[in-house]
């Protein structure tokens, strides 16, 4: 890992352990840069550790990270807009606070109270700075895609996962991405039936807080 300049982190769970060993061999697709992907096990469990962690162990630009233990503390947990879905301002970003995590210790039955990453800057751009978080202009949407309640989607599995993530570009983008004359029409009439035929490959979301089993080895 020397000389490496970019590090990228994943948290991985059960739910979206799928959709994460996807994305972890995506990685190997880039050339001409060195990189590291720091893959965060939260709570992952023995079974699944099992099958993906000796695989992903083989890309040289993984590093696994496995807490050893689980506190069943509580606490509570700041407001904090998910760091994938934000863009910043250049300014923002000049001031010095840090992106970690934040914690600061309570007494009582409550702990302590914690900003997650980047939950403590965006406080302090918002209350110290004078920065509004804002949602991005609908013109900018088809640059981005959500994957919905993909961690709580129970048809999703590795064989058909690459499916799942190309049927979600369609819904968003179509097929070519335009919505003008022709083409737009064109467009519509392809993310009608991407989303149609997404709700019969991939209709069952349980949204249960925890899958069976959850932090218990």
């Known amino acids: 890992m020397d000389n490496v300049k970019i590090t990228f ?4 769970t059960d739910p979206d352990i799928v959709i994460a060993d996807y994305a972890v061999r995506s990685y190997a697709k880039i050339k001409g840069a060195k990189f590291t992907l720091c893959v965060y096990s939260n709570w992952v469990s023995s079974s699944l550790k099992r099958r993906y962690f000796p695989r992903w162990r083989k ?13 069943n503390e509580v606490i509570c947990l700041n407001e904090r807009w998910h760091t994938w879905f934000c863009i910043y301002k250049r300014a923002a970003l000049r001031y010095e606070v840090s992106h970690a995590v934040h914690v600061e210790e309570l007494s009582g039955k409550v702990r302590y109270k914690s900003w997650d990453t980047s939950g403590y800057l965006q406080k ?4 110290d700075y004078g920065f509004e978080l804002d949602v991005l202009d609908p013109k900018y949407q088809s640059c981005f895609i959500h994957y919905g309640a993909f961690s709580k989607n129970r048809d999703i599995h590795e064989r058909n996962i690459g499916f799942y993530r190309r049927l979600q570009i369609l819904r968003k983008r179509g097929l070519i991405g335009r919505d003008n004359y022709l083409v737009g029409k064109v467009n519509h009439w392809a993310r009608k039936s991407a989303s149609f035929l997404d709700r019969i490959c991939f ?5 249960s807080k925890y899958w069976p089993g959850w932090g218990q080895g």
Do not use: G, W
Not at 203 to 207: A, E, K, S, T, Y
């Open 59 to 71: 890309f040289s630009f993984v590093e696994i990270v496995e807490p050893e233990c689980y506190s």
């Open 124 to 127: 302090a751009l918002k209350e």
């Open 203 to 207: 209709n069952h979301v349980d949204r």
């Open 9 to 12: 982190f994943m948290i991985v």
